[in-house]
């Protein structure tokens, strides 16, 4: 059994936000959940949040920003995929929506499809792979819950394999069963 943490008044809470930050950027809300969990008292939260946000510690715009940047050139994620990553950091959804559009807004899907298959089978002859219909709906869920639209998923897969207008877009994926966070 695990052993509850230790409640914190409201000067060791602010040094707990601090070292929390320290580690890793957090959103808003992720910040407020795990300072819920060790505040002795609720009305100590608001007052810290607001704190690190004068000092501007705390900032969800850019928090969002930097978070979709590194998806989407990092990790090479579908827009999807971004704002369901988004959604569950406890960034708002208008935020997130908006920050999302905006960077995705000027970028090829199909390319980064085209560039995603390339990096998960880097050693692959994909004509042959996505043959057997089993390797080709596992492509097209690797594809979907990387965040890629079923459409230009469906589009690429085309030129691997014949049988890709067979696959049933009505399964829900996760793309899609996720973003009911």
Known sequence: MRKQPRKLDASE??????R????RSLSTGELRAKLATRALEASEIDPIIEYLRELKYLDDTRFAQHYTRLRLEGDGHGSARVLRDLRKRKVSAPLAEQTVSAAFSNVDETTMIEQYLARRFKNTDLPTYLSEDKHLAAAYRKLRHAGFGSSNTI???RRY???ADEIDETDETPAESDDKV
Not at 13 to 18: E, K, P, S, T
């Open 155 to 157: 589009r690429v897969l």
């Open 161 to 163: 394999s014949l049988r």
């Open 20 to 23: 929390l930050l320290a580690g």
């Open 13 to 18: 809470l602010r040094q707990y936000a601090l």
